[in-house]
């Protein structure tokens, strides 16, 4: 089993439409949790932290659930600039080398 | 302009080469990183530098090598030794890979290199 897992899609969803998306990960000593947010071709951008409580930035939702193991990410009224890939970060430890970088989640927006 | 600065933007190398890729910060940020990713997967971690002088690999270190003489350098060098390079790599920092929850990282453009 990989230590970090998402549905790679893609995800095809209209203009305005609500999406979500998870994210597995399989140390559950894994301690902090990150989405970034990947254009075709560029470099990945730090979308959001996420934090045991949940949190929100503006149509952006990201919520951690640490009994099952996942982190998600929730976008409402999806924009045609929302299509991107989205990466779950997942570190696990005190090293570099237990920052995890999921595959990513392809999302397209359609007009 | 802060930012962490790639070059070159495309690469390309022949066969038994060694190519140095560069990866610059003017962020002062203390941890640099090298990853590799490859179409459809996520990246993987080559090598990484919490302080100058100092360096660790990472999960796929065989075949490069890197070095950091000073904090805004942390060079990548693809040897002759790595079969299989044709990747998009991307060079990050981070401001202090402790404590984790802040551990944010910015990243470079990223090298497209290729085989000829």
């Known amino acids: 089993r990989k230590e970090v897992e998402q549905d790679p899609g893609p995800f095809n969803v209209p203009e305005g439409a609500t999406v979500a998306f998870n994210c597995t990960y399989s140390n559950s000593a894994s301690q902090s949790f990150f989405w970034y947010r990947q254009d075709c071709r560029k470099e990945p951008k730090l979308l959001m932290s996420?934090?045991?409580s949940g949190n929100e930035d503006g149509r952006f939702t990201a919520q951690l659930n640490r009994a099952s193991q996942y982190i998600s990410l929730l976008i409402r009224d999806s924009k045609l600039s929302d299509s991107a890939t989205y990466l779950c970060v997942v570190v696990g430890g005190s090293s570099a080398s237990k920052i995890i970088f999921g595959s990513g989640t392809r999302l397209s927006i359609r007009p | 302009d802060g930012g962490i600065t790639q070059s070159p933007k495309y690469l390309f190398r022949k066969e038994g080469q060694n190519v140095t890729l560069s990866c610059e910060q003017n962020?002062?940020?203390?941890?640099m990183y090298w990853y590799r990713q490859d179409p459809g997967q996520g990246l993987r971690l080559i090598y990484y530098s919490q302080i100058v002088n100092d360096f660790q690999k990472g999960d796929i270190a065989e075949g490069y090598s890197v070095s950091r003489e000073k904090k805004e350098s942390f060079p990548l060098t693809v040897t002759s030794a790595q079969k299989n390079p044709t990747a998009f790599y991307l060079c990050?920092?981070?401001?202090?890979?402790?404590?984790?929850?802040?551990?944010?990282?910015?990243f470079g453009a990223g090298t497209r290199l290729s085989v000829l």
């Open positions: 962020l002062n940020h203390d941890a």
């Open positions: 990050a920092s981070s401001i202090d890979p402790q404590p984790l929850t802040k551990n944010i990282q910015y």
């Open positions: 996420v934090y045991s």
